[in-house]
């Protein structure tokens, strides 16, 4: 007796779900039949608002995961000097970049490396430098390795392409398109 109430409350149910189906299956065919055309103009209106936030937020997050790996990087590069390795290597600043740069992120030949030294903490230059000056862009950029008890600032510089969005959404902050991205990293050398 019992099997035979489980029995008939799954036939209930599939009756039910059959039911339900039914009348979302009727609707769908009633809006592909539908003359007015009143729901193709919304999503034509909505349509172009929509995709452009979508594409913004993509290209926001994927300038944020780059941003994150670009500083993880300099934090790296900073190492190298903090503990010596860079000066009694006497490495070059492509060197440097060779050994930190996230090649599936980006075009290590496009990274530009800036390492300054400063007498305080106080006094540490952590502006993002100039890529261009009146149009041109900058092709030389300090270099002072330093030494022990010193304190330096190694910053890594990236001209990140950036695609203008439609509706006016831009990232770039750089005349030929491009955002400037920056990873900074600031600290005391060891004693070597």
């Known amino acids: 007796m019992l099997r035979l109430g489980r029995e008939a409350n799954l036939f209930n149910m599939a009756g039910k779900l059959t039911k339900y189906l039914r009348r979302g299956v009727a609707g769908f065919f009633r809006f592909s039949k539908a003359e007015r055309g009143a729901t193709a103009v919304e999503f034509a209106l909505i ?8 594409i913004a937020v993509f290209q926001t997050c994927v300038f944020m995961f780059a941003q994150m790996a670009l500083q993880n990087a300099a934090v790296q590069a900073g190492r190298y000097f903090m503990t010596g390795q860079a000066q009694n290597g006497n490495w070059s600043a492509s060197t440097v970049i060779s050994k930190v740069c ?3 992120l ?3 030949a496009n990274m530009i490396l800036v390492v300054q030294n400063s007498a305080s903490f106080a006094a540490a230059n952590t502006s ?3 890529l261009y000056n009146n149009g041109n862009a900058v092709t030389s950029f300090a270099y002072n390795p330093g030494t022990p008890g010193e304190v330096m600032v190694v910053q890594l510089v990236y001209p990140w392409s950036v695609v203008s969005g439609p509706l006016g959404f831009v990232l770039s902050n750089l005349p030929n398109g491009a955002a400037e991205m920056m990873g900074v990293s600031a600290f005391r050398v060891e004693p070597y």
Do not use: G, K
């Not at 349509?47 to 979508?54: E, G, I, K, N, R």
């Open 128 to 130: 993002a430098p100039a």
């Open 102 to 104: 996230p090649s599936a």
């Open 106 to 108: 980006f075009t290590c």
């Open 47 to 54: 349509a172009p608002a929509f995709l452009a936030t979508l």
